[in-house]
């Protein structure tokens, strides 16, 4: 996986991160967008497809790993304890490394730090809507299919940027009490840039090819609800970015 793209190193909270850039053709700054993967890490065979294609459309992608280094390649059982130490040991730390991500991100040359965007499968959801509600100052945040419960709420003012969260009508992971707090959210804290889709005959990981090689019930994929929330996606970067 990530052939061609250039690997991009973060220390945080005594683990090393490693994850990839997908550049666009000619010259920078780009606009970016962070794409954050699912509960089997950068192994999320989702993540680096995305990016390219992103890439392809001009922006810069970059594949952020919140695992760490270690566990490129591991079995989904080591994958799964990272995970659990993320969000059940330690949920502040994960809400921290997403800042810390977008903080590395910004910073690089290449990198247009007022037009950044960021999107996420599953897990991946769960960071940025995380990243949201730590106040960073992106255009957009894109969850797909992710857990939309957190630790600690948005305080009013926090959210910065377009809102959006994509999700399964059948997902047994996000009840319709998970989805109608994150509207409570919003409303609460003074947002209106926001966009809470439900597709009623989505499971969770409808956007995963390869869903049904985790033999879960309640993960499948489902190619309109696919299509369709990636198409909002692009619409979306193009107003955010004013492309």
Known sequence: MFEAMEAIELEHGGTLLRGYVAKPEGEGPFPTVLVMHSALGMNHKVIEPTAKKLAQLGYMAICTDMFGAHLEGASQAECGAALGELMIENP???????????DQVAARSDVDAGRIAAIGFCYGGTTVLELARSGADLRAFISYHGGLATHVKASPGAFKGHVVAYCGGSDPFVPQEHV????????????????????????????????????????????????????????????????
């Open 180 to 243: 109608e707090a994150l509207h409570q959210e919003m409303i609460d804290a003074g947002h209106r840039d926001y966009q809470i889709t439900v597709y009623g005959a989505a499971d969770h990981g409808f956007t995963d090819p390869d869903s049904a090689a985790l033999n879960m019930e309640g993960v499948a994929f489902h190619k309109l609800s696919n299509d369709l929330s990636w198409g909002g996606t692009l619409i979306l970067l193009e107003h955010v970015f004013e492309r």
């Open 92 to 102: 502040a730390k994960q809400r921290a490394r997403t800042v810390a991500w977008f």
